[in-house]
Protein backbone atom coordinates (compact mmCIF):
# COMPACT_ATOMS: atom_id res chain seq x y z
CA UNK A 1 0.00 0.00 0.00
CA UNK A 2 1.64 3.50 -1.15
CA UNK A 3 2.04 6.07 1.64
CA UNK A 4 -0.30 9.07 1.09
CA UNK A 5 2.27 11.23 2.48
CA UNK A 6 4.92 10.33 0.05
CA UNK A 7 2.35 11.02 -3.23
CA UNK A 8 2.24 13.86 -4.60
CA UNK A 9 0.85 16.85 -3.17
CA UNK A 10 -0.18 14.27 0.65
CA UNK A 11 -3.68 13.23 -0.42
CA UNK A 12 -5.61 12.83 2.41
CA UNK A 13 -6.81 9.16 1.61
CA UNK A 14 -10.17 8.03 0.64
CA UNK A 15 -13.00 10.71 -0.72
CA UNK A 16 -15.91 10.85 1.43
CA UNK A 17 -18.60 13.36 1.95
CA UNK A 18 -18.47 15.38 4.77
CA UNK A 19 -16.09 18.11 6.61
CA UNK A 20 -12.82 18.83 4.90
CA UNK A 21 -11.89 22.15 6.39
CA UNK A 22 -13.46 24.24 8.87
CA UNK A 23 -15.55 25.95 6.46
CA UNK A 24 -15.23 23.29 3.58
CA UNK A 25 -17.26 20.06 3.06
CA UNK A 26 -17.90 18.14 0.56
CA UNK A 27 -20.97 16.17 -0.65
CA UNK A 28 -19.99 13.69 -3.44
CA UNK A 29 -22.04 13.13 -6.45
CA UNK A 30 -23.09 9.25 -7.74
CA UNK A 31 -20.88 9.71 -10.69
CA UNK A 32 -17.48 7.92 -10.81
CA UNK A 33 -15.84 7.06 -13.92
CA UNK A 34 -11.68 6.91 -15.86
CA UNK A 35 -12.46 10.78 -16.10
CA UNK A 36 -14.23 11.53 -12.96
CA UNK A 37 -12.23 9.57 -10.62
CA UNK A 38 -14.34 9.04 -7.48
CA UNK A 39 -16.99 11.16 -8.94
CA UNK A 40 -17.71 14.87 -8.89
CA UNK A 41 -16.37 16.94 -5.34
CA UNK A 42 -19.44 19.46 -4.44
CA UNK A 43 -18.42 21.86 -1.96
CA UNK A 44 -20.39 23.49 0.64
CA UNK A 45 -18.71 26.23 2.21
CA UNK A 46 -19.86 28.64 5.25
CA UNK A 47 -18.15 31.07 7.70
CA UNK A 48 -18.41 29.42 11.02
CA UNK A 49 -21.38 30.27 13.54
CA UNK A 50 -22.92 31.61 9.87
CA UNK A 51 -26.27 30.48 8.46
CA UNK A 52 -25.50 31.17 5.07
CA UNK A 53 -23.38 28.84 2.47
CA UNK A 54 -21.79 29.14 -0.59
CA UNK A 55 -22.22 26.06 -2.86
CA UNK A 56 -19.53 25.09 -5.58
CA UNK A 57 -19.95 23.40 -8.62
CA UNK A 58 -23.56 21.28 -8.11
CA UNK A 59 -21.90 18.65 -10.35
CA UNK A 60 -23.96 16.49 -12.60
CA UNK A 61 -28.21 16.47 -13.30
CA UNK A 62 -28.95 14.22 -10.73
CA UNK A 63 -31.97 15.16 -8.63
CA UNK A 64 -30.89 13.02 -5.39
CA UNK A 65 -27.57 14.13 -5.37
CA UNK A 66 -28.49 17.84 -5.55
CA UNK A 67 -31.08 16.80 -2.47
CA UNK A 68 -28.73 15.31 -0.32
CA UNK A 69 -26.71 19.24 -0.88
CA UNK A 70 -29.56 21.29 0.27
CA UNK A 71 -30.21 18.34 3.02
CA UNK A 72 -26.37 18.58 4.24
CA UNK A 73 -26.58 22.41 4.29
CA UNK A 74 -29.79 21.85 5.99
CA UNK A 75 -28.45 19.50 8.98
CA UNK A 76 -25.63 21.96 9.01
CA UNK A 77 -27.82 24.76 10.10
CA UNK A 78 -27.00 26.30 6.86
CA UNK A 79 -29.36 27.93 3.82
CA UNK A 80 -27.42 27.78 0.27
CA UNK A 81 -26.81 31.87 -0.41
CA UNK A 82 -25.52 31.08 -3.67
CA UNK A 83 -24.00 29.12 -6.41
CA UNK A 84 -20.47 29.21 -8.34
CA UNK A 85 -19.18 26.87 -11.27
CA UNK A 86 -15.26 26.57 -11.46
CA UNK A 87 -16.01 25.57 -14.84
CA UNK A 88 -18.75 24.85 -17.44
CA UNK A 89 -17.88 20.59 -17.76
CA UNK A 90 -20.76 19.07 -17.20
CA UNK A 91 -19.78 16.61 -14.50
CA UNK A 92 -19.63 19.82 -12.94
CA UNK A 93 -22.21 22.52 -14.11
CA UNK A 94 -24.86 20.47 -15.57
CA UNK A 95 -27.40 20.45 -12.36
CA UNK A 96 -26.52 24.26 -11.46
CA UNK A 97 -30.02 25.26 -13.09
CA UNK A 98 -32.32 23.06 -11.07
CA UNK A 99 -29.97 23.05 -8.10
CA UNK A 100 -30.78 27.06 -8.53
CA UNK A 101 -34.44 26.47 -8.67
CA UNK A 102 -33.98 23.85 -5.94
CA UNK A 103 -32.21 26.87 -3.62
CA UNK A 104 -33.29 29.90 -5.04
CA UNK A 105 -29.97 31.42 -5.66
CA UNK A 106 -28.08 33.09 -8.22
CA UNK A 107 -25.39 31.09 -10.03
CA UNK A 108 -22.14 33.10 -11.30
CA UNK A 109 -19.37 32.22 -13.56
CA UNK A 110 -16.78 33.29 -16.03
CA UNK A 111 -18.62 32.20 -18.67
CA UNK A 112 -21.98 34.65 -19.54
CA UNK A 113 -23.56 31.37 -20.66
CA UNK A 114 -23.50 29.12 -17.47
CA UNK A 115 -24.92 32.43 -15.50
CA UNK A 116 -27.96 32.55 -14.00
CA UNK A 117 -28.30 36.37 -12.46
CA UNK A 118 -26.52 39.47 -13.30
CA UNK A 119 -23.13 39.30 -12.21
CA UNK A 120 -20.22 37.05 -13.24
CA UNK A 121 -16.82 36.25 -12.20
CA UNK A 122 -13.85 37.27 -12.71
CA UNK A 123 -9.98 37.87 -12.08
CA UNK A 124 -9.57 40.19 -8.94
CA UNK A 125 -13.24 39.27 -7.88
CA UNK A 126 -14.09 39.05 -4.24
CA UNK A 127 -17.39 37.04 -3.10
CA UNK A 128 -18.57 37.17 0.15
CA UNK A 129 -21.82 35.72 1.81
CA UNK A 130 -22.35 35.15 5.65
CA UNK A 131 -18.45 36.50 6.72
CA UNK A 132 -17.00 34.22 4.36
CA UNK A 133 -14.51 35.49 2.31
CA UNK A 134 -13.82 33.80 -1.43
CA UNK A 135 -10.88 35.20 -4.13
CA UNK A 136 -11.68 34.64 -7.72
CA UNK A 137 -8.23 33.19 -9.62
CA UNK A 138 -7.97 32.98 -13.13
CA UNK A 139 -6.63 29.22 -14.00
CA UNK A 140 -7.58 29.04 -18.02
CA UNK A 141 -5.74 26.06 -19.51
CA UNK A 142 -7.93 22.74 -18.97
CA UNK A 143 -10.77 25.50 -20.20
CA UNK A 144 -10.95 28.48 -21.15
CA UNK A 145 -13.47 29.46 -18.19
CA UNK A 146 -11.87 27.95 -15.56
CA UNK A 147 -11.45 29.50 -12.39
CA UNK A 148 -10.15 28.61 -8.73
CA UNK A 149 -11.36 29.83 -5.68
CA UNK A 150 -8.77 30.95 -2.77
CA UNK A 151 -10.32 30.56 0.52
CA UNK A 152 -7.80 32.36 2.84
CA UNK A 153 -9.22 32.22 5.97
CA UNK A 154 -8.65 27.94 5.76
CA UNK A 155 -5.55 28.39 3.43
CA UNK A 156 -7.14 26.42 1.05
CA UNK A 157 -7.87 26.99 -2.80
CA UNK A 158 -10.73 25.22 -4.87
CA UNK A 159 -8.84 24.55 -7.89
CA UNK A 160 -11.86 22.52 -10.21
CA UNK A 161 -10.03 20.35 -12.80
CA UNK A 162 -6.83 22.41 -12.76
CA UNK A 163 -5.48 20.30 -10.27
CA UNK A 164 -6.75 16.86 -9.36
CA UNK A 165 -6.60 15.07 -5.72
CA UNK A 166 -4.82 12.05 -7.90
CA UNK A 167 -3.68 12.13 -10.99
CA UNK A 168 -3.25 14.98 -13.99
CA UNK A 169 -5.74 16.22 -15.28
CA UNK A 170 -6.00 17.33 -19.81
CA UNK A 171 -6.28 20.58 -21.33
CA UNK A 172 -9.04 20.06 -23.38
CA UNK A 173 -7.74 21.23 -26.95
CA UNK A 174 -8.84 23.48 -28.49
CA UNK A 175 -10.36 25.38 -25.99
CA UNK A 176 -7.71 24.87 -23.59
CA UNK A 177 -4.19 25.89 -24.41
CA UNK A 178 -1.32 24.13 -22.31
CA UNK A 179 0.23 27.98 -22.41
CA UNK A 180 -2.42 28.83 -20.18
CA UNK A 181 -2.57 26.18 -17.81
CA UNK A 182 1.12 26.82 -17.29
CA UNK A 183 0.86 30.37 -16.50
CA UNK A 184 -2.20 28.98 -14.52
CA UNK A 185 -0.24 26.29 -11.77
CA UNK A 186 2.76 29.39 -11.54
CA UNK A 187 -0.57 31.62 -10.57
CA UNK A 188 -1.45 28.57 -7.76
CA UNK A 189 1.90 28.29 -7.01
CA UNK A 190 2.32 31.64 -5.93
CA UNK A 191 -0.92 31.34 -4.00
CA UNK A 192 1.42 28.88 -2.11
CA UNK A 193 4.03 30.57 -1.52
CA UNK A 194 3.06 34.50 -1.19
CA UNK A 195 -0.14 33.79 0.48
CA UNK A 196 0.18 30.69 2.76
CA UNK A 197 -2.01 28.10 0.76
CA UNK A 198 -0.92 24.69 1.78
CA UNK A 199 -4.56 22.61 1.08
CA UNK A 200 -6.14 21.64 -2.67
CA UNK A 201 -10.12 21.19 -2.32
CA UNK A 202 -10.15 19.63 -5.91
CA UNK A 203 -12.60 18.91 -8.18
CA UNK A 204 -12.26 15.32 -8.06
CA UNK A 205 -10.08 13.15 -6.23
CA UNK A 206 -9.09 13.43 -2.01
CA UNK A 207 -7.77 16.26 -0.31
CA UNK A 208 -4.45 17.29 -1.10
CA UNK A 209 -2.93 18.58 2.11
CA UNK A 210 0.75 20.18 0.32
CA UNK A 211 -0.67 22.41 -2.44
CA UNK A 212 2.82 23.54 -3.21
CA UNK A 213 4.24 20.03 -3.69
CA UNK A 214 0.90 19.64 -5.73
CA UNK A 215 1.40 22.17 -8.02
CA UNK A 216 5.89 21.97 -8.38
CA UNK A 217 4.08 17.94 -9.18
CA UNK A 218 1.94 19.05 -12.08
CA UNK A 219 4.96 21.29 -13.16
CA UNK A 220 7.24 19.05 -13.48
CA UNK A 221 4.91 16.63 -15.01
CA UNK A 222 3.92 18.84 -17.99
CA UNK A 223 7.61 19.32 -18.67
CA UNK A 224 8.38 15.65 -18.67
CA UNK A 225 5.29 15.10 -20.93
CA UNK A 226 6.09 17.73 -23.49
CA UNK A 227 9.75 16.73 -23.95
CA UNK A 228 8.26 13.56 -24.54
CA UNK A 229 5.44 14.38 -27.18
CA UNK A 230 8.89 16.78 -28.70
CA UNK A 231 10.75 13.57 -29.11
CA UNK A 232 7.51 11.42 -30.36
CA UNK A 233 7.48 13.57 -33.31
CA UNK A 234 11.50 14.30 -33.86
CA UNK A 235 11.47 9.95 -34.32
CA UNK A 236 8.54 10.09 -37.05
CA UNK A 237 5.11 10.02 -35.06
CA UNK A 238 3.49 12.64 -36.96
CA UNK A 239 0.08 12.84 -35.72
CA UNK A 240 -1.61 13.23 -32.40
CA UNK A 241 -3.00 9.90 -32.11
CA UNK A 242 0.61 8.19 -33.08
CA UNK A 243 1.77 10.20 -30.28
CA UNK A 244 -0.72 9.44 -28.01
CA UNK A 245 -0.29 5.63 -28.73
CA UNK A 246 3.64 6.02 -28.49
CA UNK A 247 3.59 8.71 -25.10
CA UNK A 248 0.72 7.45 -23.17
CA UNK A 249 1.47 3.74 -23.90
CA UNK A 250 0.84 3.15 -19.88
CA UNK A 251 -2.06 4.87 -19.49
CA UNK A 252 -5.59 3.11 -19.65
CA UNK A 253 -6.61 2.73 -23.50
CA UNK A 254 -10.33 4.09 -21.85
CA UNK A 255 -8.29 7.59 -21.15
CA UNK A 256 -6.96 8.14 -24.76
CA UNK A 257 -9.03 10.38 -26.04
CA UNK A 258 -8.60 12.77 -23.37
CA UNK A 259 -4.78 12.38 -24.06
CA UNK A 260 -4.90 13.09 -27.74
CA UNK A 261 -6.54 16.59 -26.71
CA UNK A 262 -3.84 16.99 -24.39
CA UNK A 263 -1.40 16.20 -26.68
CA UNK A 264 -2.73 18.38 -29.29
CA UNK A 265 -2.47 21.08 -27.34
CA UNK A 266 1.08 20.21 -26.66
CA UNK A 267 1.80 20.55 -30.54
CA UNK A 268 -0.06 23.56 -30.96
CA UNK A 269 2.02 24.93 -27.72
CA UNK A 270 5.39 24.00 -29.49
CA UNK A 271 4.25 24.81 -32.80
CA UNK A 272 3.77 28.46 -31.27
CA UNK A 273 7.31 28.29 -30.31
CA UNK A 274 8.77 27.24 -33.23
CA UNK A 275 9.16 23.58 -31.95
CA UNK A 276 7.52 21.09 -34.16
Same mark, same amino acid.
Given at each position: ??????????????????????????????????????????????????????????????????????????????????????????????????????????????????????????????????????????????????????????????????????????????????????????????????????? &?????? *??? +????? !???? =? %??? $????????????????????????????? &?????? *??? +????? !???? =? %??? $????
Amino acid at each position: MSDAAALPGQPRGLVVSGPATARAANVLAPNPSAMTLDGTNTWLLSEPGSELAVVVDPGPLDEAHLGRVVETAAALGKRVALTLLTHGHPDHAEGAGRFAELTGTAVRALDPALRLGDEGLGAGDVVTVGGLELRVVPTPGHTSDSLSFHLPADRAVLTGDTILGRGTTMVAHPDGRLGDYLDSLRRLRSLTVDDGVHT &VLPGHG *PVL +EDAQG !AVEF =Y %LAH $RASRLAQVEKAVADGHRTAAGVVAHVYAD &VDRSLW *PAA +ELSVR !AQLE =Y %LGE $RGGV
